[in-house]
């Protein structure tokens, strides 16, 4: 019975993907374009909503891994505090990053290949968190 229950879940999605893999060349760049303009919105309210943030001690600064290289890792950190919606904001990141790694590998993106190291602590200046490297 499991095994209906899986074809029967699995088989639309492989039509799907098939079906779908067919598309001209022509029509990868005007996607790509795009998706690049989503992934740019999005990266712009995702910071909009991590600089609303504010701190009054540095205990209360955390950085979660920003975007996607192509060749993988992140593209850096962003730097937001406890004073937000933290789960909301960490939800919304990670959906970003998948969705910059897909438009990597669709779109034939490349990047450098090198790590940006992670903050190792913060400071709180002016109700900002400055993170030090």
């Given at each position: 019975?499991?095994?209906?229950?899986?074809?029967?879940?699995?088989?639309?999605?492989?039509?799907l993907t098939?079906?779908?893999?067919?598309?001209?060349?022509?029509?990868?760049?005007?996607?790509?374009?795009?998706?690049?303009?989503?992934?740019?919105?999005?990266?712009?309210?995702?910071?909009?909503?991590?600089?609303?943030?504010?701190?009054s001690d540095?205990?209360?600064?955390?950085?979660?891994?920003?975007?996607?290289?192509?060749?993988?890792?992140?593209?850096?950190?962003?730097?937001?505090?406890?004073?937000?919606?933290?789960?909301?904001?960490?939800?919304?990141?990670?959906?970003?990053?998948?969705?910059e790694s897909?438009?990597?590998?669709?779109?034939?993106?490349?990047?450098?290949?090198?790590?940006?190291?992670?903050?190792?602590?913060?400071?709180?200046?002016?109700?900002?968190?400055?993170?030090?490297?």
């Open positions: 019975m499991k095994k209906i229950i899986l074809y029967f879940c699995l088989m639309p999605l492989f039509i098939t079906a779908t893999q067919c598309e001209d060349d022509d029509s990868i760049v005007p996607n790509c374009e795009i998706l690049l303009e989503n992934i740019e919105d999005i990266r712009l309210e995702i910071e909009d909503i991590a600089n609303a943030s504010i701190c540095a205990f209360e600064c955390r950085y979660v891994p920003f975007g996607s290289k192509a060749c993988g890792g992140p593209k850096g950190y962003l730097i937001y505090t406890t004073s937000i919606d933290t789960l909301a904001l960490i939800s919304r990141v990670e959906a970003y990053n998948q969705l897909e438009y990597n590998s669709t779109c034939n993106q490349f990047s450098d290949c090198t790590v940006p190291p992670p903050p190792v602590g913060f400071e709180c200046q002016n109700n900002n968190c400055i993170p030090l490297f």
